[in-house]
């Protein structure tokens, strides 16, 4: 596995895991509940193939994802970049708002440590931006939590230019997590330069288009009934038929070259620079296997092309979110 640079001389593997799918049950759901020893037997293999890098959050689950990738790290700590987040406040399991107060990262770092078993978060998120809490001082707090070596590196989350440049004049931010994708290429017109401007590496979720662009589904009938992805506007009945042709084109490239479609929007991902650092979600050997080869495939011009063409920007049908959610994106 090759490495990447991110910001603030944090180096991690070219393709990270994205450990959210990684749940048995609780807020968020992708297909099938996770059957907890195979997450655990994918995060060992994934290190076993060198992907040093896994990303997990307070809020997945809530909580009882950073206790699993916890007790699959136990013993395999040493080289591993680990990536959780926090900003929201909770009644019990219920996630009732954004919180991004410094006492609110203080008091999370802490039960995020005790989750994971760890002494120091390598990158430490604010997972959505708080607009009654000016930026200054959330990252301030966490500049504090870098001197007292909880945490290594600070990350933000769905910031737009403004905050990232706000963030970046109290302390060196290494990272910015957004959806970026064939589908969602939007951070390509003012995130993605500004982060390239000050020296923040990105980090795309979503990479796969929550699973469309993996070419597996073929509408929004194939997904189980609890499946998060029933709320997402781009998977409704009107939007995902016209969004069906970007799958199309990934598929046309990926039967060429005799690799998954996944592989294929991965590599486009790969290709777009190297401070991009995909963290595509698994939660089984299989479909982790066949996303890590995504390091080894070269798209020729032509083939950056023809899928520049299929998807360009602004081109996907329906917001990424919900009203809820599209309020809490790029503040």
């Known amino acids: 596995m090759n490495t990447r640079n991110l910001g603030d001389g944090l180096t991690v593997s070219a393709l ?140 933000l989350s769905e910031a737009a230019p403004a905050t990232l440049r706000k963030a970046a004049s109290v302390h060196p931010i290494a990272a910015l997590q957004s959806e970026y994708s064939l589908w969602e290429r939007d951070v390509e017109d003012e995130i993605l330069p500004t982060c390239r401007e000050l020296g923040i590496g990105f980090v795309p979720y979503s990479p796969l288009g929550r699973g469309f662009l993996t070419g597996q589904f073929k509408s929004k009938d194939d997904l189980p009934e609890n499946d998060w992805r029933h709320n997402d506007p781009r998977w409704s009945d009107e939007n995902a038929a016209r969004n069906f042709a970007i799958v199309d084109t990934v598929r046309e490239i990926a039967d060429e070259k005799d690799v998954s479609a996944a592989q294929i929007a991965l590599a486009w991902l790969l290709a777009q620079g190297d401070d991009i650092v995909p963290i595509p979600g698994t939660k089984r050997r299989e ?25 360009p920007r602004g081109a996907t049908s329906g917001d990424r979110y919900g009203e809820q959610g599209m309020k809490m994106v790029r503040l």
């Open 16 to 155: 990270g895991i994205g450990c959210m799918p990684m749940v048995s049950e609780g807020n968020i759901v992708y297909g099938a509940a996770a059957d907890p020893a195979e997450a655990i037997a994918t995060i060992h293999e994934a290190i076993d193939l060198g992907v040093t890098f896994f990303d997990t959050a307070q809020i997945y689950g809530p909580f009882q994802n950073e206790e699993l990738v916890g007790r699959a790290i136990k013993g395999k700590r040493d080289s591993l970049v680990i990536a959780t987040k926090f900003g929201f406040k909770f009644e019990g399991k219920q996630i009732t708002g954004v919180d991004g107060s410094p006492a609110n990262a203080r008091k999370t770092v802490e039960e995020s440590l005790t989750r994971l078993g760890i002494e120091a978060i390598d990158l430490f998120y604010q997972h959505r931006v708080d607009p009654n809490v000016p930026i200054e001082e959330t990252v301030g707090a966490m500049a504090d939590l870098v001197r007292e070596g909880k945490i290594r590196h600070i990350g």
């Open 287 to 311: 479909t982790m296997r066949d996303s890590m080869k995504a390091v080894d495939i070269t798209l020729t011009p032509a083939d950056l092309v023809k899928l520049d063409s299929a998807a």
